[in-house]
């Protein structure tokens, strides 16, 4: 559990770092916000979806989950 905690985490962190340049910064600690009020894979997945979503409509290319981390598994 703690190595797909971790794995959860990095892929976050590395996802939303790649984002930040192109987000504000309002947008940037609502989805700070949001991933730190997770309470459920449903919530975990709408994270993902958001942070996808906004690379998406700004051009961004993130990097591909790590291991555990992927929502569609």
């Known amino acids: ?20 340049p192109r987000i504000s910064e309002q947008e940037y600690k609502e989805i700070l916000a949001s991933w730190a009020g997770m309470r459920n894979r449903a919530d975990y997945q709408a994270v993902v979806q958001r942070v996808d979503s906004d690379a ?18």
């Not at 559990?1 to 790649?18: A, D, G, I, K, P």
């Not at 591909?64 to 598994?73: E, V, W």
């Open 1 to 20: 559990m703690t190595y797909m905690s971790l794995q959860l985490n990095t892929s976050f962190n590395q996802r939303l770092t790649v984002l930040a």
């Open 56 to 73: 998406a409509a700004k051009g961004v290319v993130l990097p591909d989950f790590l291991g555990g981390a992927d929502p569609s598994k």
